[in-house]
């Protein structure tokens, strides 16, 4: 054998390799998002089971607003079914998007919940009800902390699939760009669920 047949060997078995290796960590960093995704649901589930709980709460105090608690428990099952849905597939776009849909109609009920709220001085007292808004005021955090992982997972991933040369392994395999989470698309979302006790 020649050496040009050796060096040429020698440069098929190098690109095979980092072949591989580029596919490895491209799937490493889509099962990252996925894993981090997992964490946003563990926290939105626990969210979900304290609704109801608050709700409930409320609902001894607020006879006459059953309205706006029958609005936060169809908002929480709209969230709830979404969330479902997304963690079914946690790297579909458009299940992403109906959950952050779902989230911000839930989060305009609470706040309309929390509002009416502050005008019944009992139950703003309520040791209950105080006790359910802390848990819910963490949570929040939770899932603030777990969307910003996600999104840094998605970061990475991205920049892994578009730089060169693992772009080439990202298209030929098909390793598409992820969405990021966004929690709001306008201004008057951005503010601050506000929970005062």
Request: hydrophobic share 50%.
């Amino acid at each position: 054998m020649s050496v040009s047949l050796w060096v040429f060997l020698a440069l098929g078995l190098g690109v095979f390799f980092w072949a591989v290796g580029a596919y490895n960590r491209l799937v490493r960093l889509k099962n990252a998002i996925a894993n981090a995704f997992g964490q946003i649901d563990v926290q939105l589930k626990r969210r979900y089971d304290l609704i109801p709980n608050l709700v409930e709460v409320a609902r001894r105090y607020l006879a006459h607003e059953a309205q706006t608690l029958e609005a936060v428990i169809a908002a929480r099952n709209q969230a709830r079914t979404a969330e479902q849905t997304a963690a079914g597939n946690p790297l579909n776009a458009s299940a992403l998007g109906a959950l952050a849909g779902a989230e911000q109609l839930l989060g305009g009920a609470l706040g309309k919940l929390f509002a009416v709220v502050e005008a019944y001085p009992d139950l703003k007292a309520d040791q209950n009800m105080r006790e359910l808004s802390e848990e819910l005021a963490s949570t929040e955090n939770r899932v603030g902390f777990a969307r910003q992982a996600y999104n840094d997972q998605v970061l990475e991933f991205n920049d892994a699939a578009a730089q060169f040369p693992t772009l080439i392994i990202a298209r030929l395999f098909g390793f598409m760009p992820q969405s990021m989470l966004e929690s709001t698309t306008s201004e008057a979302e951005r503010q601050t669920l506000r929970i005062q006790m």
